[in-house]
């Protein structure tokens, strides 16, 4: 029988978070700091969540095929410590990235509710008026029209409830599909990547449910006083790789991050960088332990056992309005959110 668990975070990729010699990743909780260890074949899944129609298998197996792929072109990152030159590997790497990024449960209930909200707004608008509706299905059968009395009591109750709007398994794989091929990776084509390894000591990364990063933000060209407008992406690889991309093109495709070593830019430091990941998290952060730092508000670091018991989405909420607001208000209620 066809499984019906489907990850929408493949296992190959959350095992380069697996502490060495470690069979099980540490789930920290995001609400309460609460955390458990567990294999990654339980996180990252979704019931059905490659399915469509009464197909569970067909999808399911495609991605199987390209995660094999990926694994692979992965596994020569990591062993030659640079991104790949062959066209095949770029477009598979831009491709796993472009997944991740839109291809998880925050996203499609993102798509979703907008989806209803649209039909919503085009039902109220068909049946405001009978002249409306019956214009707007002109074309229709008018035998097999509904009559606009019926529609427009329809209406009233999918507005109080009464009625809700819901979609076929695989509906949404069409739309993230278009945009994956017409949007991200014709975006990611035009961007500046590079690859951040940490050595030792310079502490490592961490993965989330929901590990892309993606925001614009203002960098100074050297010798200029002008900022200026960028796009930046970051997505953890492993314990000790990070992908970088910016639309300026700072960096080397390799930089190596040591310790003592922030490339005189704390937005690249290891904490500044989980802080990121777990900014996107819809519930979970992924790591090999307890032994990882993220950055805080006051442009220090904390541990990740600090935060056990805490509900560090209030903590990350303070630290990306501190880093990324400059209204002075919102920075102080940031600062005051974090030292509370």
């Not at 097999?144 to 009233?156: H, Q």
């Not at 819901?166 to 509906?171: L, P, Q, V």
């Not at 991050?257 to 952060?285: G, W």
């Amino acid at each position: 029988m066809p499984a019906k668990r489907h990850h929408y975070l493949p296992q190959f990729y959350l095992r380069g978070f697996l502490k060495h010699n470690s069979q099980q990743l540490t789930v920290i909780n995001l609400d309460d700091g609460e955390f458990f260890k567990t294999s990654t074949k339980n996180v990252g899944i979704e019931t059905d969540w490659n399915r469509v129609c009464d197909d569970r298998s067909s999808i399911e197996e495609h991605f199987a095929k390209i995660d094999g792929a990926t694994s692979r072109v992965l596994k020569k990152i990591i062993e030659n410590e640079t991104l790949p030159t062959d066209i095949d590997d770029i477009c598979l790497l831009y491709y796993f990235i472009a997944r991740l990024s839109v291809h998880n449960p925050s996203m499609r209930n993102r798509l979703k509710e907008d989806r209803i909200k649209h039909l919503k707004h085009v039902a109220r608008w068909q049946t405001s008026s009978p002249g409306i509706y019956y214009d707007a299905n002109k074309n229709k059968d008018i035998d097999k029209l509904a009559p606009y009395e019926r529609m427009k009591k329809a209406v009233e109750n999918l507005e109080e409830g009464k009625y809700k709007i819901s979609f076929g398994h695989g509906y949404f794989l069409q739309h993230e599909s278009k945009f994956i091929e017409e949007d991200l990776i014709p975006l990611f084509l035009k961007l500046n990547w590079s690859l951040l390894i940490t050595e030792d000591q310079a502490g490592s990364f961490v993965c989330s449910d929901r590990p892309v990063f993606m925001n614009t933000t203002f960098s100074q060209i050297p010798g200029e006083t002008k900022l200026i407008p960028g796009l930046t992406f970051s997505l953890p690889l492993n314990r000790r790789m990070c992908l970088y991309a910016d639309s300026l093109g700072f960096l080397p495709i390799t930089r190596y991050i040591r310790k003592e070593d922030v490339l005189d830019n704390s937005s690249l430091s290891v904490p500044f960088l989980n802080s990121r990941t777990i900014y996107t998290a819809q519930r979970h952060i992924y790591a090999g332990d307890l032994n990882w730092e993220m950055a805080t508000a006051t442009g220090g670091k904390r541990n990740a056992d600090s935060l056990i018991g805490k509900n560090i989405e209030n903590v990350i909420k303070a630290w990306f309005n501190a880093y990324h607001f400059e209204d002075d208000s919102l920075k102080n209620l940031a600062l005051d959110t974090v030292r509370s």
